[in-house]
């Protein structure tokens, strides 16, 4: 959490203040009026006193990871929006708008890299690990049935020819698309070979 104490001739002047201190939104803060504005002396002849407040803000992991990536957008030169929501423990940033492909790069490469780096920045800023999933107008679901299509067409070629299949190399986390995919399969078999970055998922029938 961060905090700002200020004062101000008013409350809104030292609220003001306190939220530009803290470079966030009015709506974002939360405000505690410590002492409101008043007369000293007898009347009023010994000047008034000043407001003063304590303005806090609670970092939300999901806002965090929008305003990096929007920064990241903007260096870029990419006209982009984004969109937060949560689910269970994990955080989801969707970027949404025209010509991203450049965000998602070949195979998804570039929009891992991008979901690595939000996840280490916000993570320093919060100084706790946070699970964010950065994704461009639903790639990622995209993929993902892409590579379930994928897989069972592949692992029927094996059961028709017998002959084992070696896919091209993935990531850890579509590698494991492939192999859960394929779980509930009876006569098939898979398994990864070789080290990262060409890891490689292998389709084959079940021995004996």
């Known amino acids: 959490m961060r905090v700002a104490e200020k004062t101000g001739k008013t409350v809104e002047e030292a609220i003001t203040a306190g939220v530009l201190e803290l470079g966030v939104d009015r709506t974002q803060v ?3 009026v410590i002492e409101e504005p008043a007369k000293k ?26 305003e990096f990536i929007y920064k990241i957008c903007q260096a870029m030169g990419v006209n982009a929006d984004t969109q937060v929501s949560k689910s269970g423990d994990n955080w989801h940033v969707d970027i949404n708008g025209p010509e991203l492909g450049i965000l998602i790069g070949r195979r998804g490469d570039t929009l891992d890299a991008l979901q690595y780096l939000t996840n280490l920045a916000v993570s320093k800023i919060l100084s706790e690990r946070v699970r964010i999933i950065v994704d461009v107008e639903g ?29 091209e190399p993935m990531n850890p986390h579509e590698r494991r698309i492939i192999h859960t995919s394929l779980q509930e399969e009876t006569r098939i078999s898979t398994f990864s070979e070789g080290d990262d970055p060409n890891r490689r998922v292998v389709i084959s029938l079940k021995r004996g």
């Open 41 to 66: 002396g007898f009347f009023g002849l010994f000047g008034k006193s000043l407001a003063r407040v304590r303005v806090s803000y609670e970092n939300d992991p999901g806002v965090l990871a929008a």
């Open 139 to 167: 790639y990622r679901q995209r993929r993902e049935e892409t590579l379930v299509r994928l897989a069972k067409r592949l692992s029927e070629k094996v059961k028709r020819t017998g002959i084992r299949v070696v896919l």
């Open 30 to 32: 939360k405000v505690e």
